[in-house]
């Protein structure tokens, strides 16, 4: 049985029409100028394909002088030297998945003691299977599952490239004990790939040379297929990056059926990871202790808050320029042949495996549009600053707003909580808010327009990038908090102290809060109340308090003194208390029944005489600017009856009049024009 790699159709691609096809090895790098990218439904499936080709080039074109590169780039087709390569003794029969001589990327003659084989699912993370967790396969060990050879081929490439470690590997005949299981080369970080218009641009951007020219030593330096001795697997030393490239962290003998579907495979753990080699294709940032780790996807960090790391030229700490490049290779290639790509835009595809203690949790797929200008260095002027470095004060401005954030967070939990609470408690009360989770993915969007924005005017795109994040602070606030506002005033006293918090971290300026509608409402119809004590009632009081139905505002005026503590809150909100004052002081009768101004109406002996009706329908239509005059009429009618009105729930409804639903217009002539008791 054979399925040779370098004949079979079995890599999924995309050509310039949006067709996507299968491709041979071989076929894929004929056709990579008319080919647009590798597309598969499992992210992890794309990189380790993209992996494969690039180490297929690195050792058929070997080391590559920056005019040979750009040469071959112009040339928009790889030459013969590639296709040699691959029908020399060096591939021919050694890309064929059941080769019994040599296998691809597996061990020939290799078994597990007592004949012990293991499912397929164990090659690729999704498929659940023994013991280990659940990503999205919900499929039992019991239930059959077989992949075709196609399917099988990127499998087999994704477990040596993303196979997580733990678990006792068990023995071989080849090995006896093997190691336990660690992770593959790709575990840990993100895989960063150059994309380009073309396959062809895309691998060639990507394909950047070595600094050391003994990392592509053709003697020493050999991919997997050129390997004929099985490994121990025990660590050694990388011979160079084709090695590297192919590093076998699994030995794997796939067991095909007669239909050519594999369903079982000898496994164990192969060569451990290399330490000592830094991962081309990721990105590193410094840890605080000044080791270099990779940047890596996680569920809670958007990636494009580490694009400086992605991005950046140099580093400069302590006043002194750090020599490493922690860019990653395609990256760096880009910055190499700046002056060839001048005006040219790529996409830059993150894709990596989040895990926890070995345990899969997600995989990702993300794009950033990258434009070559964000990889140069300072101007000359030294009154200006690179385009890249506007874009890492972006992102550290977006980072400061969200610390505003975290300290608003922090200063409401402690207040909702009881008094003498321990920090531990709320610190997990600030936890359990989270308000991150509606600040960080809302700039998402916002950021890949400041991207493109920071190319034609770099103030105005800073200018809107910090109004974008301020408003998301506050918004994250809101929605964040809101969930917690159900205890009482102790709540709304809190979520008011975290937001006076946030406002002064942000402007500068604490923030005053308006006041409670219900509480501000209660506090001034029980104070009217209280001067229109029939058995002391303050008349003076009463008397300036009536000056507010007239129209003059040199009459309005003599209420001031006495409900001007209620006016704190917005304009039309003034308004409304300044009328229930007049109107109350005019008509003293406060009902303690919860009921609308229009089920006070209702009560009216005459209320379906035509002139009654007329005047409360004028009443429902009017806007703001006749709402006194309409009130007013009906007002000396109710007083006239001695039918009393709720006050408190006047205000409150008057505050909303505006509403573009009308819900209170609706309300009150629900009430007013329903059908008495008797009738329902």
């Known amino acids: 049985?054979?399925?040779?790699?370098?004949?079979?159709?079995?890599?999924?691609?995309?050509d310039k029409a949006g067709v996507v096809g299968h491709y041979s090895i071989t076929e894929a790098l004929q056709s990579a100028h008319n080919l647009v990218r590798v597309v598969h439904d499992k992210p992890l499936v794309i990189a380790s394909?993209?992996?494969?080709?690039?180490?297929?080039?690195?050792?058929?074109?070997?080391?590559?002088?920056?005019?040979?590169?750009?040469?071959?780039?112009?040339?928009?087709?790889?030459?013969?030297?590639?296709?040699?390569?691959?029908?020399?003794?060096?591939?021919?029969?050694?890309?064929?998945?059941?080769?019994?001589?040599?296998?691809?990327?597996?061990?020939?003659?290799?078994?597990?003691?007592?004949?012990?084989?293991?499912?397929?699912k164990k090659l690729?993370?999704?498929?659940?299977?023994?013991?280990?967790?659940?990503?999205?396969?919900?499929?039992?060990?019991?239930?059959?599952?077989?992949?075709?050879?196609?399917?099988?081929?990127?499998?087999l490439l994704v477990c040596q490239y993303f196979s997580?470690?733990?678990?006792?590997?068990?023995?071989?005949?080849?090995?006896?004990?093997?190691?336990?299981?660690?992770?593959?080369?790709?575990?840990?970080?993100?895989?960063?790939?150059?994309?380009?218009?073309?396959?062809?641009?895309?691998?060639?951007?990507?394909?950047?040379?070595?600094?050391?020219?003994?990392?592509?030593?053709?003697?020493?330096?050999?991919?997997?297929?050129?390997?004929?001795?099985?490994?121990?697997?025990?660590?050694?030393?990388?011979?160079?990056l084709s090695d590297y490239l192919t590093w076998r962290s699994r030995h794997i003998l796939l067991l095909p059926e007669e239909d050519g579907s594999v369903a079982r495979m000898y496994f164990s753990q192969g060569l451990p990871n290399p330490t000592e080699w830094?991962?081309?294709?990721?990105?590193?940032?410094?840890?605080?202790?000044?080791?270099?780790?990779?940047?890596?996807?996680?569920?809670?960090?958007?990636?494009?808050?580490?694009?400086?790391?992605?991005?950046?030229?140099?580093e400069v700490e302590n006043g002194e320029v750090q020599p490493e490049d922690r860019r990653p290779a395609g990256v760096r290639n880009i910055a190499k042949f700046s002056d060839d790509l001048e005006g040219s835009r790529f996409t830059c595809q993150l894709i990596g495996l989040d895990n926890n203690k070995a345990n899969p949790l997600n995989w990702y797929q993300q794009t950033m549009p990258v434009d070559v200008v964000y990889l140069l260095a300072d101007p000359e002027d030294e009154n200006k600053i690179s385009v890249g470095k506007h874009l890492k004060q972006a992102i550290q401005l977006a980072e400061r707003i969200n610390y505003a954030l975290s300290d608003a967070i922090k200063s409401f939990a402690k207040a909702v909580l009881p008094e003498g609470s321990q920090q531990k408690e709320i610190n997990a009360r600030t936890s359990a808010i989270n308000a991150e989770r509606y600040y960080w993915p809302k700039l998402d969007s916002e950021f890949e327009q400041l991207l493109y924005a920071l190319l034609i005017d770099t103030d105005e795109a800073t200018s809107i990038w910090r109004s974008h994040c301020r408003k998301t602070a506050k918004d994250a606030y809101?929605?964040?908090?809101?969930?917690w506002l159900t205890g009482g005033g102790r709540a709304l006293k809190a979520h008011a102290d975290g937001l006076s918090v946030l406002q002064q971290k942000l402007d500068g300026r604490r923030y005053i809060p308006e006041p409670n509608i219900q509480e501000t409402t209660h506090e001034l119809v029980s104070t009217l109340e209280k001067w229109a004590n029939p058995h002391a009632p303050n008349r003076q009081i009463l008397a300036s308090l009536r000056n507010g139905l007239d129209f003059q505002a040199s009459s309005q005026l003599k209420a001031m003194p006495y409900i001007g503590s209620f006016l704190t809150g917005s304009s039309w909100r003034n308004e409304v208390y300044s009328l229930v004052a007049a109107l109350f002081s005019f008509h003293p009768m406060s009902a303690s029944k919860s009921m609308t101004l229009g089920a006070s109406l209702k009560q009216l002996e005459n209320h379906?005489?035509?002139?009654?009706?007329?005047?409360?329908?004028?009443?429902?239509?009017?806007?703001?600017?006749?709402?006194?005059?309409?009130?007013?009429?009906?007002?000396?009618?109710?007083k006239s009856e001695d039918i009393a009105v709720n006050y408190r729930l006047l205000a409150e409804d008057l505050i909303k009049w505006e509403d573009v639903n009308k819900i209170i217009q609706i309300k009150w002539a629900q009430d007013f024009w329903s059908a008495p008791q008797s009738e329902q």
């Open 478 to 483: 809101t929605q964040a908090t809101k969930a």
């Open 164 to 240: 997580l470690g733990g678990g006792i590997s068990g023995s071989s005949n080849l090995f006896g004990k093997h190691p336990n299981f660690t992770n593959a080369p790709l575990i840990g970080g993100a895989v960063t790939w150059v994309e380009g218009e073309n396959l062809f641009q895309s691998l060639l951007l990507n394909l950047e040379m070595p600094k050391d020219k003994a990392q592509l030593d053709p003697e020493i330096d050999k991919p997997v297929w050129e390997q004929d001795e099985p490994e121990t697997p025990a660590e050694r030393a990388v011979r160079g």
């Open 608 to 638: 379906d005489n035509p002139g009654i009706k007329f005047r409360v329908t004028s009443l429902l239509e009017s806007d703001r600017s006749k709402l006194k005059t309409e009130l007013r009429q009906l007002f000396a009618i109710l």
């Open 49 to 120: 394909v993209q992996r494969l080709l690039l180490a297929i080039l690195y050792r058929s074109l070997g080391y590559l002088k920056k005019s040979q590169w750009r040469e071959l780039y112009e040339k928009e087709a790889f030459d013969q030297t590639v296709f040699d390569y691959l029908a020399s003794d060096k591939c021919v029969g050694r890309f064929d998945l059941f080769s019994r001589e040599h296998p691809f990327f597996q061990t020939a003659r290799f078994t597990k003691d007592k004949g012990a084989t293991t499912s397929v």
């Open 1 to 14: 049985m054979e399925f040779d790699l370098l004949k079979e159709p079995f890599i999924p691609i995309q």
């Open 124 to 155: 690729s993370p999704e498929y659940a299977t023994g013991n280990n967790k659940t990503l999205f396969s919900h499929m039992l060990d019991h239930q059959s599952f077989s992949l075709t050879p196609a399917d099988a081929a990127l499998h």
């Open 278 to 314: 830094k991962e081309p294709y990721f990105a590193y940032r410094k840890s605080a202790e000044g080791k270099l780790l990779p940047i890596r996807f996680n569920f809670e960090r958007s990636f494009w808050r580490d694009s400086v790391s992605l991005l950046r030229l140099t």
